[in-house]
């Protein structure tokens, strides 16, 4: 696995750093075609890397039109919707949601569902913003 950078290129930068490690570990999971449990923490780990710098992007992108601060990661998630830089509102808000029933504070295992979600769903989203973002 890469170690991030902490260098001062753009959160854009970052976010599709992230993104690409994601991919690539979906891909090298995918490919075991065995038993994904022992993918699973690794997986949620560079989800909410991912999801953070995804944030971090759609922050400074406001930032640098004279937006916010937004008081979280909720009102930011809504004002990318309605600027039309993220195409699916309430899967980003599921994948807010997601990540803090993944916390430790709820005692479920919930690694399995959240594994399944990432691998069927989040990822599309994160590659959309992704290619949106680009365009920008």
Known sequence: MK?????????????????????EYIH???AKKGD???????????????????????????????????TGSRDLTVE??????????KGWLDMIIDRIKFSPVYPEDYDAELADKI???YIKLMDNFERKFTKI
């Open 3 to 23: 170690s991030f950078k902490t260098s001062s290129y753009s959160p854009h930068a970052k976010f599709q750093e992230a993104l690409a490690e994601l991919n």
């Open 28 to 30: 090298l999971a995918e």
């Open 36 to 70: 994904l449990k022992k993918y699973h923490q690794q997986l949620a780990r560079l989800f909410e890397i991912t999801h953070q710098q995804a944030l971090h992007s759609m922050e400074d992108f406001f930032r640098k039109q004279g937006k916010g601060p937004f």
């Open 80 to 89: 990318a919707f309605h600027a039309d830089l993220i195409d699916d509102g």
């Open 119 to 121: 691998i069927k769903k």
